[in-house]
């Protein structure tokens, strides 16, 4: 079966430091991979989306970027964090789009909750 | 945007009572998606239909899509304390390349 992987659960950063979260998929290969973040009481805001190994689709211009090293794993990075990078980070996977059903289920995993201080 | 928008914002019921959510997008979709969110987790996908059907079941849970209006309902049966959460809608829209998330239910579900 299918799971997903994130790390840390938690993070305090100060202002100003570099920050690295990581997310892993098991059992699939060639997933779709995606970065939300959910504001407190809000709804998700899609980060970046990736189709392959390299491809990253980046929704929102910000301080953040994304980084796909490999099939399975997935890298939210920011050279300099900003209070406003304070926030509930999920990343999902799903199967790929398919031509006449659209875009499947997403698998999300457990999330990283950042604190920037 | 595209992005479903839920209604209402929150809803407190009590066990036993059967809860209403509405969700109403504004482009025509390849199908409609229904997910939880329990406090400080992670979504589960609850129920997935199509532009083509208009009602799934899935336990206690009917969904419905009425594309006319473009909207959509999730009905939980006889509530369960555990059933409190949030509740999102997701749309798959015709040229998006990804679903749309809404801002999500609160349902609060007393004993």
């Known amino acids: 079966s299918q799971t997903i992987h994130q790390w840390p659960a938690t993070l305090v950063q100060p202002v100003g430091s570099p920050l690295s979260l990581e997310c892993t998929v098991e059992?699939?290969?060639?997933?779709?991979l995606y970065w939300y973040r959910q504001a407190a009481g809000r709804g998700l805001q899609l980060l970046f989306y990736s189709v392959g190994i390299g491809q990253i689709s980046s929704e929102v211009p910000q301080n953040l970027s994304a980084s796909r090293p490999q099939d399975r794993q997935f890298i939210l990075s920011s050279k300099k964090l900003l209070l406003s990078d304070s926030g509930f980070y999920l990343c999902?996977?799903?199967?790929?789009?398919?031509?006449?059903?659209?875009?499947?289920?997403?698998?999300f995993g457990p999330g990283t909750r950042l604190l920037v201080l | 945007s595209q992005q479903g928008e839920e209604d209402p914002q929150a809803l407190s019921i009590q066990e036993g009572e059967n809860a209403t959510m509405n969700c109403s997008y504004k482009?025509?979709?390849?199908?409609l998606q229904w997910y939880r969110q329990n406090s400080g987790r992670g979504l589960v996908h609850l129920i997935l239909i199509r532009s083509n059907e208009r009602e799934k079941h899935s336990g206690r849970l009917r969904v419905t899509l009425d594309t006319s209006k473009k909207s959509s309902s999730l009905l939980i049966t006889a509530s369960r304390a555990a059933d409190t959460a949030s509740y999102f809608c997701a749309t798959d829209a015709s040229g998006y390349s990804t679903l749309t998330f809404g801002k999500g239910t609160m349902l609060l579900v007393s004993p």
């Open positions: 482009t025509s979709i390849n199908n």
């Open positions: 999902a996977w799903s199967g790929p789009r398919v031509s006449g059903l659209g875009q499947e289920t997403q698998y």
């Open positions: 059992g699939t290969s060639n997933p779709n």
